[in-house]
């Protein structure tokens, strides 16, 4: 798997996190060591060729990078998973914990 180098200096450093994020936005990032399995066990590979799931919102969104557009940041859902659901983020995982640190809802 080729990561965004953002990604990889948080895999690096924290390794995964999960819980609410200035009481607003709920994430769960995946650590590095279970990004394979669960992108097999989702079957990605089946319905979201090009992107690799990295984390949810705990609420049935999944949040993934796009290989398709630059490893942008996605969110799609895990019930009707299709690369025609999958809805911009924003374009790099520092500006995604961004977003969940700066109280910013995507939603």
């Known amino acids: 798997m080729v990561l965004p180098d953002g990604y990889k200096d948080f895999l690096w450093k924290i390794n995964g ?37 990295f984390g949810s919102d705990g609420g049935g969104e999944a949040f993934a990078f796009d290989k398709m557009k630059e490893m942008i940041i996605v969110r799609v859902p895990f019930i009707g998973m299709e690369r025609e659901l999958a809805i911009e983020i924003t374009d790099t995982f520092t500006n995604f914990l961004s977003l969940l640190y700066n109280n910013t809802s995507w939603r």
Do not use: H, P, T
């Not at 590095?32 to 089946?46: I, K, P, T």
């Open 17 to 53: 996190s999960e819980g609410m994020f200035n009481q607003k936005n709920y994430a769960i990032l995946w650590r590095g060591e279970y990004l394979q399995d669960y992108n097999c066990e989702y079957q990605v590979e089946d319905y979201l060729e090009d992107m690799i799931l």
